[in-house]
């Protein structure tokens, strides 16, 4: 095995994590993997810029991204109550009118390992039952949500496609009721079994280094489902999605979350998202929203040649880091930002 040095920019994870940013390093692998091992830090991201693959939308408008504001801090965790859920109609997939290739993070909900990966269908269509809003709230504004890919673009994403996507999806139809007020701050929120919806500024920094390499994104893998809000952003850049999650309320959540939302292009999936899907791969692009102390090789194994895959890796100390299938037998790997997910673990509950 080789290792090559090369150099990468800071950006945000879920939560910051104490210590600031890192130095990130870009390591050739020949040959059948070894662990990947976390480095403390981070620094240069990858460049590149893409077009997603264009894909027939449904629902709602999408507001054009817009410069910037500062993130607002991690929103204090409130005991959760019922979910507000979103408007009906759909969900549009926004038009990309160019892109640009630098990135945020991620930290969301999980995945786990168990015997194997049960699917349980696609988020088609459904009973439309919109739920409403909280009067002067205004969380069903177009202008709420482009306000939020402001201050994303703000953080560091440039990316049209994905500003577009997060300016489309309502985010506070995925958060308890008591929490919606908080849903467009660049926060990430309790979401229950000790898990959280990412921030906007992770969950756009971890696509758009899946779109950075260039590779037109036919079928994605979401480790860690959470309440669907990453897959709905996914679903705006991606033909297809699919997304595992382990712990079985928050799948029902999740596709409770979605139904009113009417996406076609999602699969959501109760089970071992260490193990991937094998039966669907190999994949565009793998996206993985809870940390291990390595990437698991059964994940790597299903990424396309010229595919790239996104995770966190460490312990205490977490680093965001870019895999990218360069030959049948070659990895690359680039370690980037310093961020703070929940454990990736095993089994399923």
């Avoid at 079994?193 to 979401?222: C, D, F, N, Y």
């Avoid at 809000?229 to 033909?239: H, W």
């Avoid at 996206?287 to 090789?297: C, T």
């Avoid at 966190?312 to 030959?327: A, D, F, N, S, W």
Wanted: positive net charge; proline residues 9%; aromatic residues 2%.
């Amino acid at each position: 095995m080789t290792r090559k040095a090369a150099s990468a920019n800071p950006g945000n994870g879920k939560t910051p994590a104490a210590g600031g940013a890192a130095t990130a390093h870009s390591n050739t692998r020949t040959g059948p993997r070894a662990a990947s091992t976390p480095m403390a830090g981070a620094s240069a991201r990858p460049g590149g810029a893409q077009t997603p693959h264009p894909v027939v939308p449904k629902g709602l408008a999408r507001p054009a991204a817009a410069p910037h504001a500062q993130p607002a801090p991690h929103a204090a965790k409130i005991p959760p109550r019922q979910a507000a859920k979103p408007a009906a109609g759909g969900l549009h997939k926004p038009a990309v009118a160019g892109a640009a290739g630098t990135a945020g993070a991620s930290g969301m909900s999980h995945g786990g390992a168990s015997a194997k990966v049960s699917s349980v269908g696609t988020v088609r269509t459904g009973p439309s039952a919109a739920t409403s809003v909280p009067e002067g709230m205004g969380l069903t504004s177009d202008r709420v949500r482009a306000r939020m890919a402001e201050r994303v673009a703000a953080s560091g994403v440039k990316h049209a496609g994905v500003l577009a996507a997060l300016a489309t999806v309502p985010r506070h139809g995925f958060v308890d009721a008591a929490l919606a007020t908080q849903a467009y701050e660049d926060a990430a929120l309790p979401i229950g079994h000790g898990q959280t919806i990412s921030k906007p500024s992770v969950v756009g920094r971890m696509i758009e280094l899946l779109l950075a390499g260039g590779r037109p994104l036919e079928k994605v893998l979401e480790i860690g489902t959470g309440c669907g809000y990453q897959a709905a952003v996914l679903s705006c850049v991606a033909r297809d999605v699919y997304s595992i999650e382990r712990v079985r309320p928050l799948h029902e959540r999740a596709k409770a979350n979605l139904r009113p939302l009417r996406v076609p292009n999602i699969r959501l999936h109760y089970g071992d998202g260490r193990l991937g899907l094998p039966a669907v791969a190999p994949f565009d692009g793998i996206v993985i929203a809870a940390a291990g102390l390595e990437i698991p090789d059964a994940l790597i194994d299903q990424l396309a040649v010229g595919a790239r895959l996104v995770a966190p890796v460490g312990g205490e100390q977490q680093i965001l880091t870019l895999i990218e299938r360069v030959g049948a037998r070659q990895w690359r790997e680039t370690q980037l930002d310093r961020v703070l997910f929940v454990p990736l673990k095993s089994g399923i509950i």
